[in-house]
């Protein structure tokens, strides 16, 4: 393995392991950050088969957080059309999102807000060009 090659599995593993440390801190689970954090960006809530999509994790795992957040009172389920479910958050999965996950986000924005217009640019380029090309190097076995 290339030196370079290295170094960027160790940068992506560490970045994981920090957003991991960071759910721990917030005494929420991985996946219930990964959610919130769709349900952020989406805006007032997504269809369940989103979550799946954006989040890389099982249909399974989605399930069993999101029966658990419904429990807790902190989302609500919603039926769609056909099979689709709508995930929406409470109000106290508002305060919770804020509490959590908006933090991590506007630590995200702070972090890149410090960079020039041109590195934002490089940096989105180069990671988007990776992905492409990487993503049809998978596609290919």
């Known amino acids: 393995m290339k030196p370079e090659t290295r170094e960027l599995d160790n940068i992506f593993a560490s970045i994981d392991n920090t957003y991991r440390e960071a759910a721990k801190r917030l005494a929420i689970t991985d996946t219930e950050m990964d959610i919130l954090y769709v349900i952020n960006l989406e805006g007032s809530g997504c269809n369940q088969s989103c979550l799946y999509k ?12 999101l029966h658990k957040m419904q429990e807790r009172g902190e989302i609500e389920l919603i039926s ?62």
């Open 54 to 65: 954006q989040t890389g994790l099982t249909k399974s795992t989605v399930n069993s957080a």
């Open 80 to 141: 769609g059309e056909g099979r689709n479910v709508c995930v929406r958050l409470t109000d106290k999965g508002r305060v919770l999102s804020e509490r959590t996950v908006c933090r991590l986000i506007a630590f995200e924005e702070e972090v890149f807000g410090e960079w020039t217009q041109e590195e934002w640019e490089l940096f989105i380029s180069l990671n988007r060009r990776f992905l492409e090309q990487f993503r049809k190097k998978v596609e290919s076995l």
